[in-house]
């Protein structure tokens, strides 16, 4: 498997700068309340100081504070209010194909979802997720650690089960800042995923789920006589794969993307199925609904 450092260049970067405006229109529009608009939010209205954290913007720091305290605060103002951007990534094997890895595409695609959010000086968590919650990283806030974050990413071990629900809600205790979540995931889930949406739905998140699949999962070419093992349980099964067993498959496919779109519509959420032979960028344009 290739890794981020090798594809987050600065060119890529720099056509993410690009989606920042995006990304603040979708917290805006997306839900109410997590983020004033434009007009209101450049507001130089005094409102508050707060102790400086590891990775703030230095140019926020008041001085004047610093020398009589002899500890940095940062100034809040009345109308300013960041986002919050939590990523929650399928790092289980089903994750990790032989052709062009679903979890490096989800990797490279949560990268670029973080990137755009410390852009816009919007705290960033993100979460892995298999047989439960495995690795995290939480409160990032300034672009300055995106590294960090590119790092983190890179590092990511695979589980070896997917409970997307049961890690997801292992969080329902956890306080969660209004935002919006992404969750990328192939969503071959053992306790499927319904649960794990209202949740972020009870905590005030505007969700987004970004299925990923292969191209031969959507159109598989192999025909003739094959052992399938399934890659988290071990289980497998000889088939003969004919043209009228994956014509069934993919009616079997599509009825599931449509049942999780529908899901999705009625409680007001967003969708986006994602082949991992689609370039990264356009991608991230269907992921923000575009």
Not at 204 to 228: C, D, F, T, W
Request: proline share 3%; glycine share 6%.
């Amino acid at each position: 498997m290739p890794k981020l450092m090798e594809v987050i260049t600065k060119e890529f970067l720099s056509q993410l700068d690009v989606f920042a405006i995006r990304m603040e229109s979708l917290l805006v529009n997306g839900y109410s309340g997590a983020r004033k608009s434009k007009a209101q939010g450049m507001s130089l209205e005094f409102s508050d100081f707060r102790p400086y954290v590891l990775g703030d913007d230095l140019r926020r720091i008041d001085w004047n504070s610093y020398g009589r305290f002899d500890k940095p605060f940062l100034k809040l103002f009345m109308e300013e209010k960041q986002g919050n951007v939590n990523v929650f990534l399928d790092n289980s094997m089903s994750m990790d194909d032989s052709e062009i890895s679903k979890i490096f595409y989800g990797k490279h695609l949560a990268a670029a979802i973080a990137y755009i959010g410390l852009r816009n000086m919007d705290v960033v968590n993100l979460y892995a997720c298999g047989r439960t919650i495995n690795a995290e990283k939480k409160n990032i806030k300034s672009k300055n650690l995106f590294y960090d974050v590119v790092k983190f990413l890179d590092e990511l071990p695979l589980d070896r089960e997917t409970t997307l629900t049961q890690s997801i809600m292992s969080l329902k205790n956890y306080p969660m800042a209004q935002g919006i979540s992404f969750i990328l995931s192939d969503f071959f889930s053992q306790d499927g995923y319904e649960e794990a949406v209202k949740l972020l739905q009870y905590k005030k998140q505007q969700v987004v789920l970004v299925q990923i699949l292969s191209p031969e999962e959507l159109n598989p070419s192999l025909r003739g006589y094959y052992r399938l093992t399934d890659q988290e349980s071990g289980e497998f099964k000889d088939i003969e794969l004919t043209e009228s067993t994956i014509e069934a498959y993919k009616k079997a496919l599509k009825e599931f993307q449509i049942q999780i779109q529908s899901f999705c519509q009625k409680r007001g959420q967003q969708y986006v199925c994602l082949s991992t032979d689609i370039p990264i960028l356009t991608g991230l344009k269907k992921c923000l609904g575009e």
